[in-house]
């Protein structure tokens, strides 16, 4: 949730600040703004709407040229998506400027002891106040890194802030707690920015910071203390992904190259995961084969799409280890007052690293003694750094705000901490172990073979622009992949989609059937439990009677359901439980196409951001 970028060295600061906003507005994109030091003095611009508003801004009004800025795109929390409330936020003086990211709770507070003090605040956000309490303490100092550490002290709630001052030229001071900072470090120059992405096409070099720190950044190096003034231990690392990455590549869509790139990412993901005696190594465990042993259940948590990874992993997890597993929403976990123990492993699944809710869900479990395992795209994000243990994706920078390769890799790290599980407490042969290995290491041509045979998936779509309502079914696995293709829909398509275990229809969803409505059908493998086929196909057959036009997807041979599909389409024979590796892949295209027959942004849908980093 908004995307932050600052900037000290010898380029325009506004063109890098303006290059790194264009890499973050897939964090927040209601509203964008820019502030430079020059001239000795502070020159700010801010519009609401998307970037391209601001750039047109500047053509009509240039700032001076500076090379110390900072920069911000929002995704509103406090006051509306309108010019005055979009970052940064400037003192009365109009010497200092701030751009945040995250909510100040007792802003309310702040703000009245300010309107006492003879300030006057102009915006509806919680951050204006950020700027005029750093007004009052660098006049107290003359120090702007010193105001920033005590203002923060000061502020309660999940922040990150970045700070210029017309009075502190070739300085930019930042400040982060329980929301995303990093630190680029190049020749002569340095970076502060919400993500990598908005500096790569700079450096790769980076820096992490820690919880309740503040950060200097010169031309010349970066110092690090902690809220309280004493030196941080600085963790530096090498970004190993490039700037192509974070671009188009030639797609018109983020999401349409992300979908593309999912073969290699289900590949890299599997990369380098077994040992040469054929067991499976996952990345940072600090958790030992003895406590993995003595765990008794397993509790995922996430959000969204992760959540829906989380749904399938408990079939594998519950099947190869036979131990329970419980899926929870991120934000419902620790409010129900969870029972975990030192025996509970917790995993907790994050494109991201930053979701907010997954955090505090991990924290919680943390402070009930439990183990965290993250399975996690975003190398050095705070979600990894405060687990025990941690399985990265390799599913390389997913930008587009609906999540695709992110999913499937997600998928793929499930399987592995299953089979991994399954390794060490000894309930999965090593040569069963190695036969599903087999079986991962086929998906990624799988994958490649569905992306091919999209183009009726994408036809079909175009006809259904009109409708209002799309229904999606599934069993066994197939039910998570019916709400994720259900989500897709709803938030790219802004359609009323619903997702149903298809043996729950006859308990009440059924009455939604009528006419013509388009009913997405997950069908299970026949060569499965031929029970779930069997019933599902009475399934089908219960809507059709009823006037729904069905789509079904269903593996190449399953000839069954032929003579009940409006619209077939077909995927690859794949083992039950690895199904949603390719059944997921249509309904992605499905719902992007959708979204762009009905003239809808498709990376930027309306209302959300990529990073949720509030709860
Ligand atoms: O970064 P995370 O994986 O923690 O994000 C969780 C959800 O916010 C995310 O999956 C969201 O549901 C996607 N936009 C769905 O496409």
């Known amino acids: 949730m908004c995307g932050i970028v600052g900037y000290v060295g010898s380029q325009s600061a506004l063109d890098v600040v303006m290059a790194g906003l264009k890499r973050l507005e897939y964090r927040g994109y209601d509203s964008a703004g820019v ?108 120090d702007l890194a010193e105001a920033m550490r005590l203002v923060c002290r000061r502020l309660e709630g999940a922040f ?49 910071l820690g919880q309740d720190q503040v950060v200097e950044l010169r031309r010349d190096g970066v110092t690090v203390t902690g809220f309280d003034g004493r030196p941080a231990e600085v963790r530096s690392y ?141 190398n050095g994000s705070t979600i990894p750094r405060e687990s025990d243990a941690v399985l990265y994706t390799h599913a390389g920078p997913e930008v587009a705000v609906a999540s695709t390769k992110a999913f499937l890799t997600q998928l793929v790290a499930c399987y592995l901490v299953a089979l991994y599980l399954g390794q060490v407490r000894g309930t999965k042969w090593g040569d069963e172990i190695q036969a599903v290995i087999r079986d991962l290491s086929r998906i990624s041509e799988e994958v490649d073979r569905v992306l091919e045979t999209m183009e009726p998936v994408r ?33 790219l398509a802004y359609m009323h989609a619903e997702g149903f275990a298809a043996g729950e229809l006859k308990h009440g969803p059924i009455a939604l059937i009528e006419e013509d409505l388009p009913v997405v059908v997950v069908v299970p493998s026949p060569r499965g439990r031929s029970v779930l086929h069997d019933k599902i196909v009475s399934n089908i057959q219960e809507i059709r009677a009823r006037g729904a036009r069905t789509i079904v997807i269903a593996e190449e041979g399953d000839e069954a359901v032929v003579p009940y599909a409006d619209h077939l389409i077909r995927i690859p024979a794949t083992p039950t439980l690895l199904q949603p590796l390719v059944a997921t892949v249509p309904l992605q295209v499905f719902a992007c196409e959708l ?21």
């Open 595 to 615: 979204a762009t027959a009905r003239g809808n942004e498709v990376d930027q849908p309306r209302n959300l951001a990529k990073s949720v980093t509030v709860e």
């Open 459 to 491: 036809a079909l779509a175009r006809t259904l622009a009109a409708k209002d309502t799309v229904l999606f079914l599934g069993r066994h696995v197939g039910y998570p992949v019916a709400l994720e293709g259900a989500l897709k829909l709803k938030e």
């Open 160 to 208: 990150t802030l970045v700070a210029v001052h017309a009075d502190a030229p070739d300085l930019v001071v930042g400040a982060r707690r329980n929301s995303p900072l990093v630190v680029g470090v190049g020749e002569g120059e340095a970076f502060l920015a919400s993500d990598v992405a908005a500096f790569i096409a700079h450096t790769r070099s980076a820096i992490e």
């Open 35 to 142: 502030a430079v030091l020059a001239d000795g003095g502070l020159a700010a611009a801010k519009k609401a709407g998307k970037l391209v508003n601001l750039e047109k801004a500047l053509v009509e009004g240039p700032l001076p040229t500076g090379s110390t800025g900072v920069g911000h795109t929002r995704w509103a929390t406090h006051g509306g998506p309108t010019d005055g409330n979009a970052h940064p936020h400037l003192d009365n003086a109009g010497r200092v400027a701030v751009v945040h990211n995250g909510i100040i709770e007792n802003f309310a507070v702040l703000r009245a002891e300010l309107a006492e003090r003879g300030h006057e605040l102009t915006s509806e956000t919680d951050t204006e106040v950020v700027a005029h309490l750093l007004a009052e303490e660098f006049s107290a100092t003359g």
């Open 238 to 378: 090498h970004v190993d992904w490039d700037a192509s990455a974070a671009e188009k590549g030639g797609y018109d869509y983020f999401m349409l190259k992300e979908i593309a790139e999912q073969p290699k990412a289900v590949a890299d993901t599997l990369l380098g995961r077994i040992d040469p005696s054929g067991s499976l190594t996952l990345d940072e465990v600090r958790i030992s084969p003895q406590e993995l042993r003595e765990v008794d259940k397993v509790v995922i948590v996430a959000c969204g799409t992760a959540f829906h990874a989380g749904l399938i992993a408990k079939y594998a997890i519950e099947h190869w280890t036979r131990m329970p597993c419980e899926v929870e929403l991120a934000s419902e976990f620790r409010y129900r007052d969870p029972i975990l123990d030192g025996r509970s492993l917790v995993i907790a699944i994050s494109q991201s690293g930053e979701t907010m809710d997954t955090l505090m869900a991990l924290r919680h479990a943390r402070e009930q003694g439990s183990k965290v395992l993250a399975i996690c795209n975003t």
